[in-house]
């Protein structure tokens, strides 16, 4: 049948194929009615067809069957529809309580088996075995309600099997016996267990073990870890209260350790000859990275080949200098959310690309010059960061990121040059009481928001090469008008909001680079000046005092625009019809529209931005117009009745006085 049914393209051939099988079947034996599967040369696809077995008729060979999400509930010659061919076969989100023993013999090209999400535990109940997995490879018997033991049933004869998936089951125990019929095995997933003992040996004899994954479990601790071969190990998300490895001078493979959200007080002893190159010990109760308060005493274990180190989230207070040496190679540091109060490093960290130092309490930082050649990207936001020694930024060459957020930094003034003297001679005088950017020369990305700055002096990062500052949530910020220069070609990203300003003194149109400026959530009345130089892409203006946009700023905006957001300012309706009709007429988008409101003389609430018509506004000016000419008319009249008045009297009292 399939020769018949080279169709040339892919395409058709998918949308044919079981248009064809269907009318063939139907004709041919008209009981059996094969669902629509997609056929694609020999692999089937049947997933969520309400199937309790497998369609007859399939390609002879076939190698691949999705079964997934149907309703097969036993596993038999029969809901396969006696096809052995089989090189995977997928029955995840079935009610599979039965297989058939000794279904799996004969399906000797059989390598990929999942059976996950069925209720194999009542099959396991039975205490029968399903026979020799002949040739599978990688065996999935996650979420089947399996309890310890019962995986027995699964592996006592699979003697190719290297990948085992038993994750989200309900094991507690992993006996010496349990993988001794899988011996093949490399990769192991236990995750999200209840595994709270592991028997001594339970992983010895399967010495092509090299990755464990014992994540989310109960363990509570490991006194003698000795799988030398195991690469990757995941222990996170258990109880750990310790974790040691023999002092013996075996050489461990190890490169991957995760102890991350366990209970560890104290430093994990690792192993004397390791080449471990991951290592995550955050989220314990690391008081200390010192091991000399461990059980086991001065014991210090070098990490020739570690390039990450996660002690994030632990109660440390400080970090050593002695330590830092056994991390030569490290790459990434990530000591956030600690107590840290001061950090220095001495030594040369050649390879240091990232230290994240963040949320801490960090008062002082030092590094000595040279010791971060490398260093890209340094985290210090949410410390109590009043300075940075000048000498600090000046050793790190290489810095591109530098994150100082939440801490309570002045900026140095580059014309007031005392602080440059305080750096030269530091060893005599107090540390500079502000931090000085400029001629950081290969700086980017600067973050400056939440330090109560208050002023921005004048050229304060010439000589860098910034491209994003943020400044954001600095009230009362004073800038210099010529704070930013320096960076005309360099500067894509201005932050500015919440800083309460009500008038920027800073011209942003010499910026130009400048693509995206934030000025939400201040006190704006007017915009700033733009020219048709300007390259600005989107604008935030929410939430200021503009009441009018000037006509000639917003057609110069036009230009590059893309987007623009507007709303909460109290604008006029009828002095922004060139705003109205950007709006309307170009492609700029306003992404906060509903927002956008304005008020009109002679409506008591504000209206949406896009009701307004040039119309309303005419009709308005019109009608001033009549005002205007029925006042001047009334005025003119009562002058005239007035003088008319006037001259009778006169006439009047000459004739009286005629009279007299
Ligand atoms: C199965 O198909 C039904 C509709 O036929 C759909 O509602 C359901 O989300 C599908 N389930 C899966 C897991 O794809
Ligand atoms: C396996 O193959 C043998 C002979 O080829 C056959 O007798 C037996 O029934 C088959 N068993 C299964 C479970 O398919
Ligand atoms: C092992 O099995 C898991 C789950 O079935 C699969 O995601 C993974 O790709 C397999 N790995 C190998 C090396 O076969
Ligand atoms: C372990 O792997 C090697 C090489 O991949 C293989 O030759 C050997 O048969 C495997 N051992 C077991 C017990 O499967
Ligand atoms: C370890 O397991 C946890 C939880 O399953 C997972 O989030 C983490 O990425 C794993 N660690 C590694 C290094 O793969
Ligand atoms: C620690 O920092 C590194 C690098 O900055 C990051 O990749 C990692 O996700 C952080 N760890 C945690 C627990 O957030
Ligand atoms: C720094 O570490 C914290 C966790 O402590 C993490 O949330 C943050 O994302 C890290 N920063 C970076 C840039 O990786
Ligand atoms: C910037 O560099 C130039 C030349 O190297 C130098 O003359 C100038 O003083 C520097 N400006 C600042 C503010 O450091
Ligand atoms: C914002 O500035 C106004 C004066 O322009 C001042 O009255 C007000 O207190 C300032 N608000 C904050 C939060 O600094």
Redesign the pocket.
């Known amino acids: 049948m399939s020769h018949q049914l080279k169709v040339s393209t892919m395409v058709a051939f998918q949308l044919l194929f079981p248009l064809l099988v269907s009318c063939v079947v139907a004709s041919a034996s008209p009981p059996h009615h094969l669902p629509p599967c997609q056929v694609v040369q020999m692999d089937v696809f049947c997933?969520?067809l309400s199937l309790k077995s497998a369609p007859v008729n399939l390609p002879h060979g076939v190698q691949m069957l999705d079964l997934s999400?149907n309703q097969v509930q036993t596993l038999t010659q029969e809901t396969l529809a006696y096809y052995t061919s089989f090189h995977h076969l997928n029955l995840h989100?079935n009610k599979i309580h039965f297989i058939q023993p000794g279904l799996f013999k004969n399906m000797t090209d059989l390598k990929v088996l999942d059976l996950s999400r069925n209720h194999l535990n009542v099959f396991a109940v039975s205490k029968i075995n399903i026979g020799p997995l002949t040739a599978i490879e990688s065996l999935d018997l996650s979420s089947n309600g399996l309890y310890t033991g019962m995986s027995d049933y699964f592996l006592a004869d699979s003697p190719s099997l290297a990948n085992l998936s038993l994750n989200s089951n309900s094991i507690t125990k992993v006996a010496q016996s349990t993988f001794s019929g899988s011996l093949s095995l490399e990769k192991i997933s236990l995750h999200n267990n209840i595994i709270l003992e592991i028997e001594d040996g339970a992983f010895d004899s399967l010495n092509n073990l090299t990755e464990l994954d014992l994540s989310k479990n109960s363990i509570t601790c490991i006194t003698d870890f000795n799988l030398y071969k195991l690469k990757v190990l995941n222990l996170s998300k258990n109880s750990i209260e310790l974790f040691q490895s023999p002092r013996t001078s075996h050489e461990y493979d190890l490169l991957q350790l995760d102890l991350s959200e366990n209970k560890l007080t104290y430093f994990p002893l690792l192993p004397r000859i390791n080449v471990i190159k991951y290592l995550d010990v955050s989220r314990n109760q690391l008081q200390s990275i010192d091991t000399s308060g461990s059980p086991e005493k001065n014991i210090r274990v070098k990490l020739c080949h570690l390039w990450y180190l996660d002690l994030s989230y632990n109660q440390l207070t400080t970090i050593p200098e002695s330590f830092l040496p056994f991390i030569r190679s490290i790459e990434v540091l990530n000591v956030s959310n600690n107590c840290i109060g001061s950090f220095s490093i001495a030594n040369q960290l050649q390879k240091m690309k990232v230290i994240n130092l963040s949320y801490n309490s960090l008062q002082s930082l030092i590094f000595e010059k040279n010791s971060l050649q490398s260093l890209e990207k340094l985290f210090l936001q949410g410390n109590h960061l009043t300075t940075l020694d000048h000498q600090v930024l000046q050793s790190l060459p290489n810095i591109k990121y530098l994150h100082l957020q939440q801490n309570n930094l002045k900026i140095c003034d580059p014309q007031n040059k005392e602080h440059m003297h305080e750096v030269m001679d530091q060893n005599n005088q107090a540390p500079p009481s502000c931090v000085s950017f400029s001629s950081v020369k290969n700086l980017q990305f600067l973050y400056l928001s939440e330090n109560n700055l208050l002023t921005l002096p004048a050229n304060a990062f010439a000589n860098t090469s910034l491209k994003l500052l943020d400044l954001s949530l600095n009230p009362g910020l004073d800038m210099d008008k010529d704070s930013l220069s320096g960076l005309e070609h360099s500067l894509v990203h201005l932050l500015l909001k919440e800083n309460n300003i009500s008038r920027l003194n800073t011209d942003l149109s010499a910026l130009r680079n400048l693509k995206h400026v934030d000025l939400s959530t201040n006190q704006l009345t007017s915009l700033p000046r733009w020219n048709k130089e300007s390259s600005i892409e989107s604008l935030n203006l929410q939430n200021n005092n503009l009441v009018t946009l000037e006509y000639s700023t917003m057609l110069a905006l036009e230009r590059s625009l893309k987007t623009l957001y507007m709303g909460s300012n109290p604008l006029s309706c009828c002095k922004n019809l060139g705003f109205l009709h950007i709006v309307q007429h170009s492609a700029v988008v306003v992404p906060d529209i509903e927002t956008v409101t304005c008020f009109h003389e002679e409506l008591s609430e504000p209206v949406n931005i896009e009701t307004v018509t040039r119309e309303m506004c005419h009709r308005q000016s019109t009608l001033n117009y009549i005002t205007v000419v029925i006042v001047t008319l009334l005025v003119v009249m009562i002058v005239l009745v007035l003088l008319v008045k006037c001259c009778r009297s006169r006439k009047r009292k000459r004739n009286r006085s005629f009279k007299a």
């Open positions: 997933r969520n999400h989100s």
